[in-house]
């Protein structure tokens, strides 16, 4: 089975400043999705940033980047020029491309970040 | 509709009571997940759709909970015989399923239960 681990319960940073979240995921399959998604105060799942497994370029959204490591199975989320509005929690989350598998088709979460911008 | 809908927003029951928590998908949307989020965790998997059918029901944890869905649309999750433990926001996620790379799933705003 697949886990997800987000070592950092919190991180806090100022805003305008670069923010770096640690996802690590243990898997024994190729192919495979990894995604961050934003849980800010108003309880919404928002989608960030999605990386497939078999692209070595790293996935970018304006000012949010990931660095993706497939070989250490790392998948790290950078938040450039923070804003109030990034506050929020984080949470990283992986999906096996096997769609033959009715498995293949869940989220595995991590437990989360919590982002602090302080202004 | 716009996006996923999930009602009630709350609810609060007393132990050894039924619930039933809605979930509205994206309209066209052929997948549906529900998962579970204690308070400071990640979401757990419960249960996924695919049409009416639910091919992965390997996270329901116990036989307390009970999920459907119909005309390829709605599903309701029930949980029956409460129990303190079952408190936790509930989201609904739904996904077009036409394909890998597209198969982005969408959240809804979640009921928080709350068992007394």
């Known amino acids: 089975a697949q886990t997800v681990t987000q070592s950092q319960p919190e991180m806090s940073v100022q805003e305008a400043e670069t923010v770096t979240l640690s996802c690590t995921y243990d898997?024994?399959?190729?192919?495979?999705?990894l995604f961050w998604y934003k849980q800010p105060p108003s309880r919404q799942m928002i989608l960030v940033i999605r990386?497939?497994?078999?692209?070595?370029q790293n996935a970018t959204e304006n000012r949010f980047s990931v660095n993706f490591q497939k070989a250490a199975k790392s998948f790290s989320l950078k938040i450039s020029d923070s804003q109030l509005g990034d506050a929020a929690m984080y949470f990283c989350?992986?999906?096996?491309?096997?769609?033959?598998?009715?498995?293949?088709?869940?989220?595995?979460f991590g437990g989360g970040t919590r982002v602090l911008v302080k202004p | 509709g716009a996006g996923v809908s999930q009602s009630p927003s709350n609810k609060v029951t007393e132990k050894g009571k039924d619930v039933e928590l809605r979930c509205d998908p994206i309209s066209g949307h052929t997948a549906l997940y529900w998962y579970r989020q204690s308070l400071g965790q990640g979401l757990e998997f419960l249960i996924y759709f695919q049409g009416n059918s639910a091919p992965d029901k390997s996270g329901l944890p116990s036989d307390r909970f009970s999920a459907e869905r119909t005309g390829g649309s709605v599903s309701t999750l029930t949980i029956q015989r409460t129990e303190q433990r079952d408190s936790a926001m509930y989201r609904c996620?739904?996904?077009?399923?036409?394909?890998?790379?597209?198969?982005?799933?969408?959240f809804g705003p979640g009921t928080r239960l709350t068992v007394l």
């Open positions: 996620a739904s996904s077009g399923g036409r394909g890998i790379i597209t198969d982005t799933q969408y």
């Open positions: 989350a992986y999906r096996s491309a096997l769609m033959i598998k009715a498995a293949g088709n869940k989220l595995t």
């Open positions: 898997t024994s399959e190729s192919d495979y999705y």
């Open positions: 990386q497939e497994a078999y692209k070595q």
